[in-house]
């Protein structure tokens, strides 16, 4: 190598140097310019992007919640309609108040309807039966207008089908003590035979006379029951003028009353 080539060689490695030296400078100066901030920026950047995720991710979980509730939501909805449509066919064929009512078109409600067997007073319509055998007590159920008129304190937890249910109880009640007061002695046990005297007495008061009636204690269920349920139910019942109560002795007697 000459020593022109070697002078050229030499000025260009100095100035790819000095080029070099020149970037540092730039980098060196830049640095200085912004202290440690883009390392911040970028930490503010991550946390955000961590709230985010998150963020998404308790979303997915609500939708996924919501999506495993929806066939439940479904069947809820299903037996809120059936539960619909069993109350308008309750109200429809018990009515609070049975008036003029053909006997013949009654009876062909009773096939129909969910709320058990509807009876009319047929007392009125055939003043004379057997003797021996006593009436059954009409069913005057409550209607959901009814339940709904009362107070939120006075209604409680109560549903239609257990005041009704109730109602169907205290038929039932009254029915065996009127059975008990028209059956002959020879028919009845003799432990029996002082209850059915005791019963007779009680329907001969003025208060009670020709009327269906029961004890507080005949209350043992099903549905109505000497309980603070069963108590609330009564209470209600008085209040819609289904019953009256009147003590008799050492008895407290629930009248069954037609609602006017």
């Known amino acids: 190598m000459d020593l022109k080539q070697a002078g050229t060689s030499l000025d260009s490695l100095i100035s790819s140097l000095n080029s070099r030296i020149a970037e540092l400078q730039e980098l060196v100066i830049g640095r200085n310019m912004y202290p440690a901030s883009s390392i911040a920026d970028l930490s503010a950047v991550d946390t955000s992007l961590k709230a985010m995720e998150v963020q998404v991710q308790a979303i997915k979980d609500k939708l996924r919640e919501e999506t495993l509730a929806i066939p439940k939501a479904k069947k809820l909805i299903e037996a809120s309609l059936q539960q619909q449509k069993k109350l308008q066919n309750m109200s429809a064929y018990c009515p609070a108040r049975l008036t003029a009512v053909n006997l013949d078109t009654t009876r062909s409600m009773m096939t129909d309807s969910s709320c058990g067997p509807l009876r009319?007073?047929?007392?009125?319509?055939?003043?004379?039966?057997?003797?021996?055998?006593?009436?059954?007590?009409?069913?005057?159920?409550?209607?959901?207008?009814?339940?709904?008129?009362?107070?939120?304190?006075?209604?409680?937890?109560?549903?239609?089908?257990?005041?009704?249910?109730?109602?169907?109880?205290?038929?039932?009640?009254?029915?065996?003590?009127?059975?008990?007061?028209?059956?002959?002695?020879?028919?009845?046990?003799?432990?029996?035979?002082?209850?059915?005297?005791?019963?007779?007495?009680?329907?001969?008061?003025?208060?009670?006379?020709?009327?269906?009636?029961?004890?507080?204690?005949?209350?043992?269920?099903?549905?109505?029951?000497?309980?603070?349920?069963?108590?609330?139910?009564?209470?209600?019942?008085?209040?819609?003028?289904?019953?009256?109560?009147?003590?008799?002795?050492?008895?407290?007697?629930?009248?069954?009353?037609?609602?006017?």
């Open 120 to 260: 009319i007073e047929e007392a009125a319509a055939h003043p004379k039966e057997k003797r021996g055998r006593a009436s059954p007590p009409p069913l005057w159920y409550v209607t959901a207008d009814e339940l709904d008129s009362l107070s939120s304190y006075m209604r409680g937890r109560l549903t239609l089908e257990k005041v009704n249910a109730a109602i169907n109880d205290m038929s039932t009640y009254a029915e065996a003590n009127a059975q008990l007061i028209s059956a002959p002695k020879k028919k009845l046990a003799d432990n029996i035979w002082g209850r059915a005297l005791e019963l007779r007495d009680i329907s001969m008061k003025e208060a009670v006379r020709g009327k269906h009636f029961f004890l507080e204690t005949d209350m043992k269920g099903p549905a109505l029951k000497l309980d603070n349920t069963g108590k609330a139910i009564l209470t209600v019942l008085r209040h819609l003028g289904r019953i009256s109560e009147t003590r008799i002795g050492h008895h407290r007697v629930i009248i069954m009353l037609k609602p006017q």
